[in-house]
C-alpha cells in the first residue's frame, strides 16, 4: 500500500510538472442494481434526496411529463353520468389540480400566492384545506401556508368539482373508420375540458359510453354550436388533414337562424375581428382586428326570421356570429352577440357605444340577472379570479397534446372556435385552479380529521346520488343553482358540411332551419 501511495504522488508531481491534469483514480465499479419486479420497462426507482445546507429546503427535480393523447380508463372512472329534465348532468367529484411553480411565484410564500391570485376563495378556504390534507407541495402536505416557494416545487390542490349541465341530446356518431371518427356534437358541449367542463364534453363522453379513446382533434366548434366534428383516430391522420385546414383546402359550411329579414343577394362580410375577452368569450368588429371574411346566402324568410347558409374562409374566434351581428342580423338566440348589454342597435354596424370593459360588465350583468352565467361557460369564481386566471391568448388547447397530469383545464370559453385555422391538440393548462367559492363562516373551524374521499350526505351516510353527496369545504354542495332549460342549451348555428381533399361529411339539417319551422 505504501508503495501505491508513493508510485501515485510521483505521478502526480510528474504531472503538475507537465502542466497536464492529473488522472482520476481508479474507484471500485458499483455492483449491478438487481431488475425491480415490474421487470425491463418499470421506471428506475426516484433518486435518493440529495443532501443541502443546514434549514434548507429541498426540492425534487421535475419529472418528464407524458406526451401524447391521455385521456383514459383511470380518468373517465372519476364519476359518472344521470339524467335529468332532459339534462346530462356528472355527480361532483374529487380532483387534482396540479402546476409547477411560476417563476413569478419563487420566493414568495403559497399564502401571498394563494391572496393575490387565486381571489376567488379566501385564505380561510385554503387553511382549512391544508388542514384536510388537500393542499400538497412536493407531494407532502403543505403545514405552513408562510412556506416559501422555491424553483421546481410542485402543487397538488385536491377540489370538490361540480360540473354544469348540459343537454341530454346524444352524440351521433355519422362515420367511424379507420383514420377518422365524424359526429354530430349537439349545442352545449364543448368538444374537450376547457373551464368548469371536463366529463360533460364531447372527449369524455365518447370516451366512457363509446369506448372511443385516443382522438385527436381536427377541428373545434364552439361550446353552443351544433354540428359535424372530426377526430382523427391516428396522429399521421391528424397531421395530413392538419395541413389542409393551413392550405385551407377545407370548406366548410354552416346554417343559422338569424334575426330579421336576410337579403335575398349573396352577402360577403370582410370585416376584421378583435377578441375582447378570452375569458368571457367575446368579439367584436374592429380595424386592429385579425382579417377574415364570411359569405352569406339566404335559404329562407319565415315573416320574423331568415334561415341562412354562411361559408367562413378563414376560422376567426366567433366569427360567424360577430360578422352577422355586424350586419344587423344576429343569431336569434346568441347568448352574446343578440344582447341588450350591446346597446340599442345590437352592435349592428359595429355602434356599441361602451368600452370594452362597460360592455363586458353589461354582459355578465344581464347573465347574472337572468341566473344563466352557466350557459356562458362562466361562473361567478372565473370572475372574481385573480392574475393566473387573466385572459390566456390563444390558449384554449393551451399546450400541444392532452397531458392529463398538467392541471387545469383552460377557462377560456372564446377559444372553442367556429373552425380555427389551426387547432393545437392540449385542452389543459397549467394552473392551480380555484375551487367553488365559500365564505370564511365555519371553514376555520372544520376538524382537522374530515376525511377527504367521502361525500356524506345530511345523514353522515356515504352516498352515490348527486342530491346527497356533501363536502365539507365545498360551497357549490350548499348552493341550490337553477338548472338551465334543454331550450336555453341550444343556439341556432349549425356545422353542416365539412369537405376536403378526399372526404365530405354532412349532417341532416336541423329542425329549426326548417321552412316549415314554427318559434
Known sequence: MRRAGALWAARLRGVARSGARPPRPLLPRPAMAEPGPGGEGEASPAPKKRRVAGGERYVPPPRKLSTGVSFGPAHFAETTYYFEGGLRKVRPYYFDFRTYCKGRWVGRSLLHVFSTEFRAQPLAYYRAAARAGRLRLNEEPVRDLDIVLKNNDFLRNTVHRHEPPVTAQPIQILVEDDEVV???????????????????????????????????TIHRLDRMTSGVLMFAKTAEVSKRIDEQVRERQLEKEYVCRVVGEFPENEVVCEEPILVVSYKVGVCRVDPKGKSCKTIFQRLSYNGKTSVVKCLPRTGRTHQIRVHLQYLGHPIVNDPIYNMEAWGPARGKGGKIDKTDEELLKALVEEHRSKQSLDILGISEEDLNSGAENKDCGNSSDC??????????ESSCPAEDTEDPERDTKDPERNDVAACPPNSDSNLETLEENKELGSCENQDGQTGEKSSEEKDPLCMECKITRRDPSPKELVMFLHALRYKGAEFEYCSKMPAWAMEDWEE
Open 182 to 216: 365524424v359526429v354530430d356534437k349537439p349545442s352545449s358541449l364543448p368538444v374537450h375540458p376547457c373551464g368548469r367542463f371536463r366529463h360533460n364534453t364531447v372527449i369524455f363522453i365518447l370516451g366512457k359510453e363509446h369506448d372511443l379513446k385516443e382522438l385527436h
Open 399 to 408: 399546450t400541444k397534446s392532452a397531458r392529463a397530469d398538467r392541471i387545469h
